[in-house]
């Protein structure tokens, strides 16, 4: 009660959620399956620990471990600093600027260790209210209190077993419910992109986001505007990323947070000619981080931008522009629209100008040509490109199974190959015939599709 009425003197509002106590209990009794555990993360505790310092699992990597989910990495939360985990391990590096932590490295994994931090009242925010940097270290019950959901505010200590519950989030867990901790409206004006998180959280684990949680999104929404776009992009491929990729887009939709969130999510999710093959692409992705498989940033973010990039290069080629220039003109103006807004990494943008680029060169087949892209470096990603543009209907499906026969031929039957398709009656080597110029088409399917790619081949 004093706390509160010296909250409210000192101007600190609902902010300062009251620090609790934690229920503690058992890993073995909640079903936590211990065998998920990396065995660096509890070395990270266990080293901790014998220093001195308290030690915990946290965050995301409890919640999947007591669902018996594979976390896909471990956080560390200890009351040791910075200064105090790096002086205890080989390969530790301090990072990060609005918040200090240490990444503990072994190998390629990486532990990433923070110090828990206290709820500032101080805290420097925007003129909406959104906070910029927050470093000040405080209790563990602080560092529960500043966590976005009850779910992703346990602790879990594989020496001892025990769950350390300060906010409920076993029982929210059992419900299936995405609850924000505090007041959700002040927590989002803090951070918006907890709007995104509780969308991509609830979508991921087939999970409901509490109606109190809820509630604020749609009117909050706008905030988002004011995030870095930087944070936002990451943001936005941790989405793409979490195995519920058209769940999350269609879920961010219905919360009223797309629109106008990114240029790309209108792009994927407005234009209905483009939504089969960003579907097939989506749909491939959530299979591959299923199977634990890597997704490449570049490849996921060609596959979004491509509908872009397709319509402009055809509008180039019915100018009457050569394929090739065509095509090139074609991703620098998509490229630009997007950049905007969304902040898509350098490395990954060469990656995508690549994928595209190779693109009409499997159409040639002549010569020394297809030996030539075989070797290219990012053949297997221009390939995978093709297959999907296949899929979708925008190629015949002779073309796919021409390299891949060629890919697998041995040199003879490759030699072959090539001369068979330059003998073949009407066939200049492009890949499937002459190109059909029924470009202008307006009816969006397959044959607008038609004359832009393979048109591109006869260059
Ligand atoms: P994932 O499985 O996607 O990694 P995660 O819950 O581990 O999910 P991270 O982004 O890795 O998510 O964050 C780790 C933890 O840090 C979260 O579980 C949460 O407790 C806390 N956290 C992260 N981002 C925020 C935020 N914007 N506001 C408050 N707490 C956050
Ligand atoms: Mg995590």
Not at 12 to 41: C, F, H, T, V, Y
Not at 308 to 320: C, D, K, N, P
Not at 406 to 431: C, H, K, Q, V, Y
Request: net charge positive.
């Amino acid at each position: 009660m004093i706390n509160r009425l010296l909250d409210r003197l000192l101007g600190r509002g609902p902010r300062l959620a009251k620090p609790r106590q934690a229920k503690i209990l058992r890993g073995a009794d909640l079903g936590l399956k211990r065998e998920l555990i990396s065995p660096n993360a509890i070395k990270v505790c266990e080293t901790l620990q014998r220093a001195g310092f308290k030690a915990y699992l946290v965050g995301g990597a409890v919640r999947d471990l007591l669902l018996g989910i594979t976390p896909k990495d471990f956080d560390v939360a200890t009351n040791a600093t910075p200064e105090d985990v790096k002086a205890e391990f080989r390969r530790a590096m301090i990072i990060g600027r609005r918040f200090r932590l240490v990444h503990v490295m072994f190998g390629r994994e990486v532990i990433e260790t923070s110090t828990f931090r206290a709820l500032n009242p101080e805290a420097k925010t925007d003129e909406h209210g959104r906070v910029l940097a927050d470093n000040l270290f405080g209790s563990q019950s602080e560092d529960a209190a500043r966590r976005d959901f009850t779910v992703n505010a346990l602790y879990y200590d594989p020496s001892s077993d025990e769950v350390l519950d300060y906010h409920g989030g076993v029982s929210d867990l059992k419900k299936r419910l995405i609850r924000m901790i505090g007041d959700p409206a002040t927590r989002y004006r803090e951070d918006p992109v907890r709007m995104l998180r509780s969308v991509r959280f609830a979508a991921k684990l087939g999970f409901t986001i509490e109606e109190q949680t809820r509630a604020p999104i749609r009117e909050m929404a706008e905030l988002i505007h004011n995030v870095p776009v930087a944070r936002l992009f990451d943001e936005m491929l941790k989405l793409l990323q979490s195995g519920q990729a058209m769940a999350c887009l269609r879920q961010l939709r219905d919360a009223g947070l797309h629109d106008g969130l990114l240029p790309l999510l209108d792009v994927i999710l407005e234009q209905p000619q483009g939504a089969r093959f960003v579907e097939i692409a989506l749909a491939r992705t959530d299979e591959r981080v299923r199977e634990g498989k890597s997704i490449s940033p570049g490849f996921l973010f060609a596959t979004l931008l491509w509908q872009q990039v397709r319509t402009r290069w055809e509008a180039g080629i019915a100018r009457g522009d050569y394929p090739i220039p065509a095509l090139m003109a074609a991703i620098d103006l998509a490229l630009d629209e997007q950049s905007e807004q969304l902040a898509i990494q350098k490395r990954f943008i060469a990656d995508m100008r690549e994928i595209w680029s190779l693109q009409p060169r499997f159409e040639r087949r002549t010569g020394s040509q297809p030996y030539r892209l075989l070797e290219h470096i990012r053949y297997r990603a221009g390939f995978d490109f093709l297959m999907l543009r296949t899929d979708a209907g925008e190629i015949e499906p002779e073309l796919v199974a021409w390299w891949d026969r060629f890919a697998g031929g041995s040199p003879n039957e490759r030699d072959t190959m090539i001369a068979d398709l330059a003998r073949a009656p009407g066939s200049s080597s492009t890949a499937s015939g002459r190109p059909r110029r029924r470009r202008r088409r307006s009816s969006g399917g397959q044959g607008a599709t038609d004359g832009g790619s393979e048109g591109a081949g006869e260059s």
